[in-house]
């Protein structure tokens, strides 16, 4: 079993859809959650961050994470073409860990 | 707003030589981090540094790789002798101190290594 699963898409949805992407991951250890925008040739830029369960908000951006289902979403509402890139989630066990990365998912906004 | 540099952007290299890939980590961050991505691939923990030496590293960092933080300022990732299996975006990414710097790892752009 891989450590932290993501499905590659491609994901396409219209412009001003709600976008839900999500994780699995089998260590039950990972205490710190992040999702991280990536775009072609270019390094993963921090988007969301997360420190055990719950849910965490920032503009039209909410991560939420289900540690007992060792489960974890990024929604974006209102999505716009310009947020189509990688979405990478990402996860590690102790605060100055290694990043165990997802495969990451494309997502295409569609104008 | 403070960021990670790396140079170059892209480095071509014939198999066997030596290759050395260059971080400006944000200033006063004390955490190092060097992961690299097969085009294709998730990204992947090479290395980790922190008060002058190596805290962890991946199966990946074997012997032909080494890391070293040669001033105040610089970081860098050294593959002696490469291999056509090298080929991949290296991306360098530090981070704070303290409890508010949680984990939060910044990445640079990355070099891309394409070894002929």
């Known amino acids: 079993q891989k450590e932290v699963e993501q499905d590659p898409g491609p994901l396409s949805v219209p412009e001003g859809a709600i976008v839900s992407l999500n994780c699995t991951y089998s260590n039950s250890a990972f205490q710190y959650f992040m999702w991280y925008r990536q775009y072609s040739r270019k390094g993963p830029e921090l988007l969301m961050y997360t420190y055990s369960s719950g849910n965490k908000e920032d503009g039209r951006f909410t991560a939420q994470v289900d540690k007992s289902s060792k489960y974890i979403s990024l929604f974006i509402r209102d999505s716009q073409p310009s947020d189509s890139a990688t979405y990478l989630c990402?996860?590690?066990?102790?605060?100055?860990?290694?990043?165990?990365f997802g495969k990451g998912t494309r997502l295409h906004i569609l104008p | 707003e403070p960021e990670v540099t790396q140079t170059p952007s892209h480095q071509v290299t014939q198999m066997g030589q030596e290759v050395i890939l260059r971080c400006v980590p944000i200033s006063n961050h004390l955490y190092f981090y060097w992961y690299r991505q097969i085009l294709g691939q998730k990204v992947e923990f090479l290395v980790s540094f922190y008060n002058n030496e190596i805290s962890e590293k991946s199966e990946i960092f074997d012997d032909q790789f080494s890391v070293e933080r040669p001033d105040g300022s610089n970081f860098t990732l050294k593959i002696r002798s490469t291999k056509l299996e090298d080929s991949a975006m290296y991306f360098c990414?530090?981070?704070?101190?303290?409890?508010?710097?949680?984990?939060?790892?910044?990445f640079g752009a990355g070099t891309r290594l394409s070894v002929l």
């Open positions: 990414a530090s981070r704070g101190a303290g409890v508010e710097a949680k984990n939060i790892q910044y």
């Open positions: 990402a996860m590690s066990v102790n605060r100055d860990d290694k990043i165990i």
